[in-house]
């Protein structure tokens, strides 16, 4: 849908042609509202805005666990709960900012996408201590992509294909219009809303590599360039300073491919330089996630890096257009010292061209020949990182 508002520019009237949010569905009696007291939402160009954010973690395995529902699913994947203390030792660390990965399909308590009101709190909880800790969050929909191409059952998520399009919009808008209910005039520049993790369509060939020149490539791309406008219409419409938030978008599966091709386009804005490119990057994989792939970083693998940064300025900073690298991180191989020159050189080259990574972490610390996600850093439990090395070069480099 769409509507028209009138503007007064030097003078003369101006029609302006606005997207308007989808229709929700959920109980808003039952919906958590924002009750903070308002504050001031400083005005910062986008690339400044990004580098002010400095070097980020994720919160991962945690909020976005999806084994099971109620609140018992913040540590069903092995996790620990979260505490105050625990925020606060990250970010005493030198962290600046913290992705909070959340999954919202199964805490829906009813079939109009209402989400639990003691889950929208528990998560509104945790970024309270976040923002009072100085810190940057970004706040998602993370593993809410249906697990197949299949017609999804009401509340279970979104699938980026035509078949699957209106169930998706009404997913999107609806857990959107929520997270924008509950956090609004109370956060400023701090908090930033991640449209979409690694949207793609799961189990089928085109899950992670795709055919640029196949038909089904060209409808997902299409549809999640809808979806992604409908994410971004639903916050808007929710005015005050989700008005002028900034929100990260990501192109399929979060690639690097996706974002840099023709058929992704950014959504149009209400406001200029309000939108962050998102993409995730464990690069070279054969040294930062294949198992057993390589252990060592070679110069061949700086080369690569040094590409992938200098595309994403091509393609986007040297526009005027910021990037986040919401996932990274280099999986254990017992090579230590590897990883320590791997973490500087890739973040020194990322705030060279103005660009912030946010540690993947899973809490899998112990190395691996044979599994290529160990990325465990922060021993949420002691409050102490397992490789203070790979910290210091981390924070060295963000300086």
Known sequence: MKKLISTLVGGLVTLVLLNAAPATEFNKAKAVADKKAAVTFHDVKGLQFVKDMKTGWNLGNTFDANSTKGMASETCWGMPKTTKPMIDKLAASGIKTIRIPVSWSNHLIDNNYTVDPEWMTRVKTVVDWAIDAKMYVILNIHHDNYERNAPIPKGKGYYPTEANYAESERFISNIWAQISLAFN???????????????????????????????????????????????????????????????????????????????????????????????????????????????????????????????????????????????????????????????????????????????????????????????????????????????????????
Request: charged share 25%; aromatic share 12%.
């Open 185 to 399: 005039n109370g956060y400023d520049e701090h908090l930033i809303f991640e449209v979409l993790n690694e949207p793609r369509m799961r189990n089928t060939r085109h899950e992670w590599s795709n055919d640029k020149s196949s038909k089904e490539y060209a409808e997902e791309a299409e549809c999640l360039n809808k979806l992604n406008q409908v994410a971004v219409d639903t916050i808007r419409a929710s005015g005050g300073n989700n008005k002028k938030r900034f929100i990260m978008i990501p192109g399929l599966a979060a690639s690097l491919d996706s974002v840099t091709d023709k058929a992704f386009r950014l959504p149009k804005d209400v406001i200029a330089d309000r939108l962050i490119i998102s993409i995730h990057a464990y690069s070279p994989y054969k040294f930062a996630m294949e198992a057993p792939g390589v252990n060592i970083f070679a110069n061949i693998h700086k080369i690569e890096l040094n590409s992938l940064f200098k595309r994403l300025d091509t393609e986007f900073i040297s526009k005027g257009i910021p990037v986040v690298i919401g996932e990274y991180g280099a999986t254990n191989k017992d090579n230590l010292e590897a990883r320590v020159n791997w973490f500087s050189f890739y973040i020194s080259q990322a705030k060279k061209y103005g660009i912030t990574c946010v540690l993947w972490d899973n809490g899998q610390s112990a190395p691996s020949k044979n599994e290529g996600e160990r990325f465990g850093y922060y021993n949420r439990s002691a409050q102490k990182w397992y490789f203070p090395e790979i910290l210091n070069a981390i924070v060295e480099a963000a300086k």
